[in-house]
């Protein structure tokens, strides 16, 4: 029972305590691996833009979960809702500056003012990929073999790309009889087929105008729809580039519901937990254009870094992560021994070893261990009398209890052996 007055997060907002945060950490630094094994460069951008820059981009659905308010000096300004739009932006200010194709990745927060969720938070990070200047259909394939590669390193087992084309859905609007004017919008109800039943995105069309014989004619071309002729391009590229035929599949449904895409889209999805997409993205060719720069075709993927990281410990994916950031833990067994484990600890860091030491010696040995075992730092290093007088060291398992006594030279072949 939380105390009166008791300050809490804001709802859809999270603190990040040091076991999920040090998870997101290799997360991160796994996916930053992968991008740059691809040969993309990092990216940064501003938490605040101006609105008029964030609205109008995405659909009016999703202008409604833009932060917006005025600043100090009553300017217009938003947080920002992806890293798509601001890259945008970069691109178009920056654009003498950048090598085209531009490849970049970018790992930072967005937010919106959305309906908090399972999966679903309000302040989240995401983890974009994107190519800018490149029309060529192994641009797209290219985003797809990333996102392969990327839950592949995470080891992630079962996952699904799913692959459509907003030509596809613009043809198939075409062919229902979707009047020009509510084709965006149509599609925007389509994106929902994931969340809600057929019926209820039916429901939602008749809202909206679309005549009974139109929503039906819909679904009828939906389920006929095919590849059109530059997504078989796209899918003819993923086997060269090593996506195995399991990882993807066509889906006409597949919709991505911001207006900016022009082409090609993805998203992907797992089994359990049921948790949306954990990416999507396709290709935007008229983005750029839309800030008054020359347009130029552009084609990425979001990777939602906060579901990553629930799948991973909901399927418990990595039972033998760190769980520490120390590797290992230096008592100082006492207070006339600060110098000799100081030393150890220093010496241990020059190795390249995480190490931390118990910065009070006036306490117990058993409350050092307890702490480190409360860290889940893996190993503790014990220096006593014995060991002091003889230039050793008792190294200790904290998981198995086990310990043997060696120098230091043995302590450091003995950690590299169990590979931390």
């Known amino acids: 029972m939380k105390k009166k007055n008791q300050p809490i997060t804001l709802k859809g907002f999270r603190d990040l305590l040091p ?24 990216l940064e951008t501003p938490t605040l833009e101006q609105q008029a820059l964030l609205l109008g981009k995405y659909g009016d659905e999703a202008d409604k979960l833009v932060y917006k308010f005025l600043d100090n000096g009553k300017r217009k300004v938003g947080l920002r809702y992806d890293l798509t739009v601001p890259l945008a932006r970069v691109v178009s200010q920056y654009k003498n500056d950048l090598p085209l194709p531009f490849k970049r990745y970018q790992i930072q927060n967005v937010f919106r003012a959305d309906k908090p969720a399972k999966g679903r938070y309000r302040e989240f990070t995401q983890c974009d990929i994107d190519i800018v200047g490149n029309t060529s259909p192994l641009a797209d394939a290219e985003i797809v073999a990333l996102i392969e590669k990327c839950l592949q390193r995470l080891d992630f087992a079962e996952f699904t790309i799913r692959i459509n084309s907003r030509q596809v859905l613009f043809n198939v609007m075409e062919k229902a009889g979707v009047p020009k004017d509510k084709t965006l919008s149509v599609i925007q109800s389509i994106d929902k087929l994931d969340k809600k039943t057929q019926e209820e995105v039916e429901v939602e069309l008749a809202e909206k105008g679309i005549s009974s014989n139109t929503i039906k004619n819909i679904f009828v071309s939906l389920k006929n729809a095919q590849p059109d002729e ?22 006409p449904t597949l919709a991505r519901g911001l207006d900016y895409y022009t082409g090609p889209i993805f998203e992907t999805v797992v089994t359990e937990p049921k948790i949306g997409s954990i990416t999507g993205g396709g290709r935007y060719d008229k983005l750029m254009g839309s800030l008054g720069s020359t347009d130029l075709p552009a084609v990425g993927t979001t990777l939602g870094l906060d579901r ?8 418990n994916l990595w039972p033998d992560s760190a769980k520490s950031t120390a590797q290992v833990f230096v008592s100082i067994f006492d207070p006339s021994f600060e110098e000799y484990s100081l030393k150890i600890a220093s010496d241990l860091r020059d190795q390249g070893i995480n190490t931390e030491i118990y910065l009070n010696s006036q306490e117990k040995l058993s409350t050092h261990l307890k702490y480190a075992d409360r860290k889940n730092i893996p190993f503790a290093i014990i220096a006593g009398s014995d060991e002091v007088s003889k230039q050793q060291l008792v190294l200790k398992n904290l998981q198995t209890g086990e310990q043997t006594t060696c120098s230091f030279q043995e302590v450091l072949e003995k950690l590299k052996d169990q590979d931390i």
């Open 308 to 315: 990553i990281v629930d799948v991973i410990l909901d399927q």
């Open 19 to 42: 076991a999920q945060a040090t998870i997101r950490k290799q997360v991160k630094e796994t996916l930053v691996e992968v991008f740059e094994s691809f040969g993309y460069e990092p």
């Open 230 to 251: 530059y997504l078989q391009k796209v899918i003819a590229a993923l086997e060269s580039l090593g996506v195995q035929k399991s990882s993807w599949k066509f889906d």
